[in-house]
């Protein structure tokens, strides 16, 4: 008798077993479905490009002007293009107010530069899905530019210069700290510059060649949004291109001689122009604007004045010259005015206009022939 009551029990057992496990094999079938459904549904709701009826305007939010210029001369009276960032105002730290936020929102189109403004990043999340946003950072082939890298052989005499520069500049430094009137937001900065090592450089559009890879890509998504004027986008893209790769060859025939193939700058902005051209940038901080040249970097750029003969430092139309006039100063070189036309500091002088500018600029201070 209790040999039949253990086979019951033994019985019972393996059916409850068998239960569970069919029971947890239809739970995890139910759950892959589900699962399975879930990525359909993703995949099936991922907003297509947006495309306007015909006859409507295409309305364009780009993120700063060099975007901007390029929707411009691509879309031509199509399309209505406007720039988050007002015309005489450094883009890297401006931040958009809600009502700017919810405008972006109504355009058909963003074209932008992921990682150049958190303040743009965080507002494309925010809009949605509604319009059809375009990441320029992809056709430029964005890349890493190292810093300056240091000089190994110093003699004395450009030991103490240096030494002396860096008081001196710690001195304007101090002084433009109780006059700073931005109201930016406040960022992180290692010694000697931001902390960039490892991120890429958005600065593509100081090469021509990557803007014209830009203009295609602009191009593209106008004639996807409005089918209806397609040829006219593409037609008006290739013109763009060919136009950018004749200021880019302008570029680098017009610093192909020069005695000089170093030149110093305010920020890293313009670590692409140089690697088009040949030539070396030097700058006194990274590729934030904002951030403090620490006294070991000052040392290196007093190091390579002195060994290089360099005549110039660069400053920029929106920024404060105080650092790069007082360390020009003490060194006995000059300062002139490199455009990293990250806004449009004079409205009567387009992109085009102001690169040209600059190679005058660079050709003057390299003494190129």
């Not at 569970?20 to 739970?27: D, I, Q, R, T």
């Not at 759950?31 to 991922?46: F, T, V």
């Not at 364009?60 to 975007?67: A, D, E, G, L």
């Not at 900065?189 to 295609?216: N, V």
Request: net charge negative; charged share 25%.
């Amino acid at each position: 008798m209790r040999m039949i009551r253990m086979s019951v029990s033994r019985t019972r057992s393996h059916d409850l077993r068998r239960i569970v496990a069919l029971g947890a094999a239809l739970v995890l079938a139910a759950g892959m479905s589900a699962c399975s459904a879930l990525k359909s549904e993703s995949s099936s709701s991922a907003s297509a490009p947006h495309t306007i009826a015909p006859g409507k305007t295409l309305t364009v939010s780009t993120s700063f002007y060099p975007i901007q210029y390029l929707a411009e001369a691509i879309g031509g009276p199509l399309v209505k293009v406007s720039t988050v960032t007002p015309s005489n105002v450094e883009p890297h730290d401006f931040e958009l107010s809600g009502k700017e936020t919810a405008e972006l929102g109504k355009a058909d189109l963003i074209a932008y530069v992921p990682g150049f403004q958190p303040s743009l990043d965080k507002a494309v999340k925010e809009v949605g899905s509604g319009p059809t946003v375009v990441d320029l950072s992809k056709p430029a082939n964005l890349v890493h530019h190292e810093g300056v890298e240091e000089e190994h052989e110093h003699s004395e005499e450009a030991s103490a210069s240096a030494t002396d520069a860096a008081s001196a500049v710690a001195t304007a430094q101090s002084s433009e700290a109780g006059h700073d009137d931005h109201g930016h937001a406040e960022h992180s900065q290692a010694e000697g510059g931001e902390d960039h090592d490892g991120d890429l450089d958005p600065h593509f559009w100081l090469d021509p060649t990557r803007m014209a890879s830009a203009a295609t890509q602009i191009g593209d998504a106008l004639a996807q949004a409005d089918p209806t004027n397609a040829e006219t986008y593409k037609k008006n893209a290739a013109s763009m291109k060919s136009q950018m790769e004749a200021l880019s060859k302008k570029l680098v025939d017009g610093t192909a001689k020069c005695q000089h193939k170093e030149f110093v700058t305010s920020h890293e902005a313009f670590g692409y122009l140089a690697d088009r051209t040949g030539l070396t940038q030097l700058g006194l901080s990274g590729l934030d604007p904002d951030s403090t040249p620490s006294p070991a970097r000052l040392k290196q750029i007093s190091d390579a004045v002195k060994a290089k003969g360099i005549t110039t430092i660069f400053t920029e139309e929106l920024l404060s010259p105080k650092v790069a006039e007082t360390l020009a100063k003490d060194l006995g070189i000059t300062t002139a005015v490199l455009d990293p036309i990250e806004s449009q500091a004079d409205d009567s002088k387009d992109y085009e206009a102001v690169m040209n500018e600059n190679l005058e600029a660079l050709q003057k201070a390299l003494s190129c022939e």
